[in-house]
């Protein structure tokens, strides 16, 4: 069995989604979702039928934005967050997102062809909170490998 990474981050916005302050996040996001799904081991990202997950609100927090997907390999999906694009919105994340005391992602194995569920995503959050780092629920401080195909 293969199985593929996946991984939710959550952000709490300095604002309203549709106010000033996160307008420049806003504006950008359908090209860093176009850089995301272009990128090499992209596998899928979770998105409702307006084409992003920025109207997915699954805390009771409306200003916690949701965001999941899914990548080939741990490299894959480091060099999208760190060296893409899309890093240099990461490295802003002050100008439009509230720090959180609580763990903000994290990144799981799962088999090849499934796809994980908002309460997957949000339970994995939970037991990283509850039992730090585990092949259950890890970040980039602390990698895990794929489990051992069987044969």
């Given amino acids: 069995m293969e199985f593929h990474l996946a991984q939710v981050n959550i952000a709490k916005a300095k604002g309203p989604i549709d106010g000033p302050v996160m307008a420049e996040f806003v504006q950008a996001l359908d090209e860093i979702n ?26 009771a927090d409306p200003l916690i934005l949701f965001n999941m997907s899914v990548w080939d390999s741990v490299a894959n999906l480091k060099a999208y967050v760190y060296r893409s694009m899309h890093g240099q919105f990461f490295a802003r994340r ?19 062809g499934t796809l994980p569920t908002p309460e997957d995503a949000k339970a994995a959050m939970e037991r990283l909170e509850r039992e730090g780092e585990t092949v259950g629920a890890f970040t980039f401080r602390k990698l895990f490998p794929a489990p051992v195909k069987e044969t």
């Fill in 34 to 59: 176009r850089l995301a799904e272009s990128s090499p081991g992209f596998v899928w990202r979770y998105q409702t039928e307006a084409g992003h997950a920025i109207d997915f609100q699954p805390f």
């Fill in 94 to 112: 002050q100008q439009w997102f509230e720090p959180l005391s609580t763990p903000h992602m994290a990144l799981w194995w799962i088999p090849a």
